[in-house]
């Protein structure tokens, strides 16, 4: 049986995104997320939320880069 991947998506405020990231990459090896960044959506300037986006893939250790 083959297995995709789940695309996972983070979202709040920068500190509450980079804290739940770390503590997935710990815990889920199969887990591959990107650095949080800032929104760009013209509606709302000035009170954007940071996102972090990534993938699952079960049952696959996920190499990461530095």
Same mark, same amino acid.
């Given at each position: 049986? $083959?297995?995709?991947? $789940?695309? &996972?998506?983070?979202?709040?405020?920068?500190?509450? $995104?980079?804290?739940?990231? +770390?503590?997935?990459?710990?815990?889920? =090896?199969?887990?591959?997320?990107?650095? =949080?960044?800032?929104?760009?959506? =013209?509606?709302? +300037?000035?009170?954007?939320?940071? +996102?972090?986006?990534?993938?699952?893939?079960?049952?696959? &250790?996920?190499?990461?880069?530095?």
């Amino acid at each position: 049986m $083959v297995e995709g991947k $789940v695309r &996972i998506r983070l979202q709040g405020s920068k500190k509450e $995104v980079e804290r739940l990231r +770390a503590h997935l990459l710990k815990k889920h =090896p199969q887990l591959i997320m990107n650095k =949080p960044r800032e929104g760009t959506n =013209p509606n709302y +300037a000035g009170r954007q939320k940071w +996102a972090s986006y990534g993938d699952y893939q079960f049952g696959k &250790i996920r190499r990461r880069r530095s």
